[in-house]
């Protein structure tokens, strides 16, 4: 077998999309680099921008921290880690302590919030009345993550938050949008869509990369894997588009990168007629689309189920 096609040295991964075959060095770098031309290509983030960056303290969000304080050089951003503790037992405890841990180690500031100190019960306490309620666990947990991540950017005073979805990720939520019949949503997928109900702009540096290659990225970079997987990520739709996606990539090596560009075009012709008129939500003020935002309704179903410990 020959070497690296960059370098020569000992092949680690070969990309079977596409051939490529790369050592340690040159994969690395290549990750390095594709995020580079995705915040070039859509103008993600500004120089010398203040970051905030999604650190859930999986191997994505710490492989994009340590990536985005390594491209720090040439656009002189300052960086703010953003951590949300959702309240998942036995789950959450070891993710926040690797973020802690990286955090330390580049000198970036890092931000802790938490559904008890935001919405007043922890994400296992929402969940609490399963049997009784026809919403998703993570239909539950996004509403309230992405509210606090808002809150968490804003304590921040960040100008744009970025936060490690995926190539996988995107093309998953592209579909379930599909299958769920939200054509509205599908136009918020463009990768520069903002309008006034996003109180901070988010953009998605490894929308074009594989899942599978950053979690190569994280290995060969000693960034430490989550021993726990969240209790609730099998629960609804997505895990099985993951599964669906994952065999289509098997069996034709780089369907999931046709399928991001035919969804990127889609995208572009459905995000000019997204724009959402929000107003303030009559109960937290918050923008919605309506009189009470998302997040007031579910925390009054979880209000109403839920019996807290005395």
Same mark, same amino acid.
């Given at each position: 077998?020959?070497?690296?096609?960059?370098?020569?040295?000992?092949?680690?991964?070969?990309?079977?999309?596409?051939?490529?075959?790369?050592?340690?060095?040159?994969?690395?770098?290549? *990750?390095?680099?594709?995020?580079?031309?995705?915040?070039?290509?859509?103008?993600?983030?500004?120089?010398?921008?203040?970051?905030?960056?999604?650190?859930?303290?999986?191997?994505?969000?710490?492989?994009?921290?340590?990536?985005?304080?390594?491209?720090?050089?040439?656009?002189?951003? @300052?960086?703010?880690?953003?951590?949300?503790?959702?309240?998942?037992?036995?789950?959450?405890?070891?993710?926040?302590?690797?973020?802690?841990?990286?955090? @330390?180690?580049?000198?970036?500031?890092? /931000?802790?919030?938490?559904?008890?100190?935001?919405?007043?019960?922890?994400?296992?306490?929402?969940?609490?009345?399963?049997?009784?309620?026809? /919403?998703?666990?993570?239909?539950?947990?996004?509403?309230?993550?992405?509210?606090?991540?808002? @809150?968490?950017?804003?304590?921040?005073?960040?100008?744009?938050?970025?936060?490690?979805?995926?190539?996988?990720?995107?093309?998953?939520?592209?579909?379930?949008?599909? *299958?769920?019949?939200?054509?509205?949503?599908?136009?918020?997928?463009?990768?520069?869509?903002?309008?006034?109900?996003?109180?901070?702009?988010?953009?998605?540096?490894?929308?074009?990369?594989?899942?599978?290659?950053?979690?190569?990225?994280?290995? *060969?970079?000693?960034?430490?894997?989550?021993?726990?997987?969240?209790?609730?990520?099998?629960?609804?739709?997505?895990?099985?588009?993951?599964?669906?996606?994952?065999?289509?990539?098997?069996?034709?090596?780089?369907?999931?990168?046709? *399928?991001?560009?035919?969804?990127?075009?889609?995208?572009?012709?459905?995000?000019?007629?997204?724009?959402?008129?929000?107003?303030?939500?009559?109960?937290?003020?918050?923008?919605?689309?309506?009189?009470?935002?998302?997040?007031?309704?579910?925390?009054?179903?979880?209000?109403?189920?839920?019996?807290?410990?005395?």
């Amino acid at each position: 077998m020959s070497g690296c096609v960059r370098c020569g040295a000992n092949i680690v991964y070969t990309r079977r999309y596409s051939g490529e075959s790369l050592c340690s060095s040159c994969f690395r770098n290549s *990750l390095v680099e594709k995020t580079r031309k995705t915040i070039s290509k859509y103008h993600m983030i500004d120089y010398g921008e203040r970051v905030g960056v999604a650190v859930s303290g999986g191997k994505d969000s710490l492989s994009l921290l340590k990536i985005l304080q390594g491209l720090n050089q040439f656009k002189k951003n @300052e960086l703010v880690a953003i951590s949300i503790d959702e309240g998942v037992e036995g789950y959450r405890d070891e993710a926040i302590a690797h973020a802690k841990k990286l955090t @330390e180690e580049l000198h970036v500031q890092h /931000i802790i919030v938490s559904y008890k100190e935001l919405f007043g019960f922890s994400l296992d306490q929402a969940l609490d009345w399963k049997d009784e309620r026809d /919403i998703s666990s993570c239909g539950f947990c996004g509403v309230f993550r992405r509210r606090a991540i808002d @809150e968490a950017a804003i304590k921040a005073d960040v100008g744009v938050v970025a936060t490690a979805h995926n190539l996988d990720d995107y093309v998953q939520t592209f579909l379930m949008n599909l *299958l769920h019949g939200d054509v509205e949503r599908i136009g918020w997928l463009d990768p520069t869509y903002s309008d006034d109900s996003f109180p901070i702009r988010r953009v998605k540096p490894f929308m074009e990369i594989y899942e599978e290659e950053l979690a190569l990225f994280a290995f *060969l970079s000693g960034i430490p894997f989550q021993s726990v997987s969240c209790p609730y990520m099998h629960e609804g739709l997505r895990s099985e588009v993951r599964d669906y996606l994952n065999e289509m990539e098997t069996n034709h090596p780089g369907m999931k990168n046709v *399928l991001l560009r035919s969804s990127l075009q889609v995208v572009s012709k459905l995000s000019s007629e997204a724009g959402r008129q929000s107003i303030p939500c009559t109960v937290c003020g918050n923008p919605s689309s309506s009189g009470v935002c998302s997040v007031c309704r579910m925390k009054d179903l979880v209000n109403a189920h839920v019996k807290y410990p005395k």
